[in-house]
């Protein structure tokens, strides 16, 4: 996914279910496809009013204003393309604010149902750790989603596709990271209510603004959790392989733990440099977890997991207890898997012991009192424990 960005513009507000007009007939080549698209936004104006629209703060845009703040979507605007569109640069006058446009593709894989979530969640969801969505377009059959713009690209593109000019990351830098992305997903799971299950975590829909502040973004895919005496969620399988869990994968069922195994997918990546899948590896090595998880076992090798790119410059202590959290969120039993306010402790933690190279070292790692990895810490004394 391309880059998105902070900037907070306040948003109008809409006013009951009045705000998102039907298409006309001359935006529509037939008859059949006007009362096509006027069903779809009517059942998008009856959700936004059932979920208590005065809640819900997002612009309405036409399709003429967002393809002239993009130049009428030109090539070097694009900043990314995926199964659900392409990504452009843009420059609103009305706001006066620079912005990314989501232009989903009429025959890609993202339909009215999730742009109508994605509005709905962004929407009725703020947090410094969620990217802001300015607005919407729902022009004719056209669907545009408006979001800040976030100027550092994806977690991806740091990560997996960096570009000559683009300084590797450092290992400050990544904890920063890791234990934002963990806060947005703690949010979403313990304060949003009911509570939201994410879904689609993965290092290309964790957006970067400046100072590398990490916001989740794409929520298409989101769901409401169980509520009540419920314990899961029964649903179609969607999302990315190599970061789905296991029990999700094989039965459709999806809980919050789901969530926390694609995170430690994500924090695996952060730390080793590594994809999640990656099919130019040798067989044993193209799933990440599937690699890890025999090396998880003997502390002797918990520097071979090291992303390379850090050329040795990370706390020996520091990659232990990062791993430490890792290993417990992709474990395939669920109920194994930690809390993710367990995990925003443990890399809140992690984040603030400011590492500086040459102070370190990279010590023999039999030198640190952290065992294999278990259970991630639940508070900073027992981090500074190494239990």
């Known amino acids: 996914m391309g880059c998105f960005l902070c900037s907070g513009e306040p948003s109008k507000k809409l006013k009951g279910k009045s705000q998102i007009a039907p298409p006309s007939e001359k935006e529509s080549s037939t008859t059949a496809e006007v009362k096509k698209q006027q069903q779809s936004l009517i059942e998008i104006k009856k959700e936004i009013y059932q979920t208590g629209s005065e809640h819900i ?17 030109r090539a070097d605007f694009l900043l990314g393309e995926g199964g659900f569109g392409r990504v452009y640069k843009g420059r609103l006058e009305s706001i006066n604010q620079v912005v990314a446009i989501k232009q989903l593709d009429r025959n890609g894989l993202q339909g009215n149902r999730e742009f109508l979530v994605e ?3 962004l929407s009725l969801l703020h947090h410094t750790n969620l990217v802001n969505l300015i607005g919407y377009c729902a022009d004719g059959d056209q669907r545009l989603l408006v979001y800040e713009y976030m100027p550092l690209g994806s977690l991806e593109d740091h990560l ?3 570009s000559p000019d683009m300084k590797r990351l450092d290992w400050n830098t990544r904890m920063k990271i890791a234990a934002g992305a963990a806060k947005g997903l703690e949010y979403l799971h313990d304060k949003a209510n009911p ?17 590398h502040h990490p916001k989740l973004s794409d929520f298409g895919l989101a769901k409401l959790g169980p509520v009540g005496d419920k314990t899961h969620v029964s649903t179609r399988v969607m999302g990315t392989y190599g970061y789905c869990a296991p029990e999700y994968a094989m039965t459709g069922q999806l809980t919050l733990k789901s969530d926390v195994y694609s995170f430690g997918v994500v924090l695996l990546e952060i730390i080793t440099g590594r994809r999640a899948i990656d099919n ?28 390379p790119a850090l050329q040795g410059q990370y706390p020996p202590r520091g990659l232990y207890q990062a791993l430490a959290v890792a290993a417990m969120c992709v474990q395939e039993q669920p109920t194994m898997r930690p809390l993710i306010a367990d995990v925003v402790t443990a890399l809140t933690y992690l984040a603030s012991q400011n590492y500086t190279p040459g102070l370190g070292g990279t010590a023999n790692p039999g030198s640190s009192r952290l065992s294999a990895p278990g259970t991630p810490p639940r508070s900073k004394q027992d981090l500074e424990n190494g239990d």
């Open 195 to 211: 509570p939201v299950i994410y879904r689609d975590l993965k290092c290309s829909n964790i957006l970067l603004g400046e100072g």
């Open 280 to 307: 130019t590896r040798s067989a044993g090595e193209q799933n990440l977890v599937a690699w890890a998880r025999p090396l998880f076992k003997d502390r002797r090798k918990f520097s071979q997991m090291a992303d």
């Open 119 to 121: 509005v709905l969640m």
């Open 57 to 73: 703060a997002a612009q309405t845009f036409t399709f003429r204003e967002l393809a002239s703040a993009t130049r009428n979507f």
């Open 160 to 162: 997996h596709e960096p």
